[in-house]
Antibody
């Protein structure tokens, strides 16, 4: 059974840092690109970041560029999101997601498997 | 900036009726790389449709997607109680963007 489990969420003050983790199981992690998506309370979905299969290519949404870093450890089947200089508008549920079937030259993925999410609250 | 506009914002229907949801892109979606997701309250999104019209594994055939270029539609024929939820479109022909969502609620 393909599974993604996020951890590391919590309540932090503005300007501080937090690191989210996502543990993958039930599939070959190293063969898939991975994505972080967030959802602010009562709002829609927002793409945060993407990383390719071997970690050599990373892309970020404009609102987190320069503050967040996505990374992965294929040996541990783990995905990470390092979040620095956190702001109130970063408050959200953060979902980790795995790509679906990928066509050649398809630049970004659709998201076939999702975790349940980790809640991050940025508040003084 | 690539914008996906979903309409209507809310769709009020009765069980058994047909739902038609729209997703309009501000520019052409490359190779019709457009997906649809369902999100029930308190749950993560669930993939329904990819590349505009391909149903994901395990998705009932009452869900269908169509469209190309800038105009895409998700249809649900014969709404079941579990179909009342939020629906999002997503394009992945470039940096990922999501539409604002359509809520399908019980009339």
């Amino acid at each position: 059974d393909e599974r993604l489990v996020e951890s590391g969420g919590g309540v932090v003050q503005p300007g501080t840092s937090l690191r989210l983790s996502c543990a993958a199981s039930g599939f070959s992690f190293r063969r898939h690109s991975m994505t972080w998506v967030r959802q602010a309370p009562g709002k829609g979905l927002e793409w945060v970041a993407n990383i390719n299969e071997n970690g050599s290519n990373k892309d970020y949404g404009d609102s987190v560029k320069g503050r967040f870093t996505i990374s992965r450890d294929n040996g541990r089947s783990a995905l990470y999101l390092q979040m620095n200089s956190l702001r109130g508008d970063d408050t959200a549920i953060y979902f980790c997601a795995r790509d679906g079937a990928r066509e050649p030259f398809q630049p970004f993925p659709f998201l076939a498997v999702w975790g349940k999410g980790a809640t991050v609250t940025v508040s003084s | 900036e690539f914008v996906l506009t979903q309409s209507p914002g809310t769709l009020s229907l009765s069980p058994g009726e047909r739902a038609t949801l729209s997703c309009r892109a501000s520019q052409t979606v490359t190779n019709n790389y457009l997906a649809w997701y369902q999100q029930r309250r308190g749950q993560p999104p669930r993939l329904l449709i990819y590349r505009a019209s391909n149903r994901a594994t395990g998705v009932p055939d009452r869900f269908s997607g169509r469209g190309s270029g800038t105009d895409f539609t998700l249809s649900i024929s014969g709404l079941e109680p579990e179909d009342f939820a939020l629906y999002y479109c997503q394009q992945y022909g470039g940096p990922i963007t999501f539409g604002g969502g359509t809520k399908v609620e019980i009339k």
